[in-house]
Nanobody
Framework: QVQLVESGGGLVQPGGSLRLSCAASGLTFSSYVLVWFRQAPGKEREFVAATARFGGTYYDDTVKGRFAISRDNAKNTVYLQMNSLKPEDTAVYYC???????????????WGQGTQVTVSS
């Protein structure tokens, strides 16, 4: 049984930082592309960042230079370091595992349950 469990969300002031973690089990972690998506209220789920099997990284333009994705294959964990947070970053953040690099949620094989990030003063 595959599980992806996110943690690290919360309330942060504009300009602050958070680090999200996603711990995976039940799959060969190193064989998958790991992706972060987010979904704000009333909006569609959107791509945030991805890390390929051998460490290549990809970012949406809205987070480039502020967010950093990384993976630790020994710990079966993917991270999303979020700096210089803005109110428009407020969303539920989802961890996902895919067979290939994708910016579309339709390409995802496994999903986590999501963690809320709220950026507000």
């Amino acid at each position: 049984q595959v599980q992806l469990v996110e943690s690290g969300g919360g309330l942060v002031q504009p300009g602050g930082s958070l680090r999200l973690s996603c711990a995976a089990s039940g799959l060969t972690f190193s064989s998958y592309v790991l992706v972060w998506f987010r979904q704000a209220p009333g909006k569609e789920r959107e791509f945030v960042a991805a890390t390929a099997r051998f460490g290549g990284t990809y970012y949406d333009d809205t987070v480039k230079g502020r967010f950093a994705i990384s993976r630790d294959n020994a710990k079966n964990t993917v991270y999303l370091q979020m700096n210089s947070l803005k109110p428009e970053d407020t969303a539920v953040y989802y961890c996902a595992a895919s067979d290939y690099v994708t910016t579309s949620s339709s390409g995802v094989r496994y999903w986590g349950q999501g963690t809320q990030v709220t950026v507000s003063s």
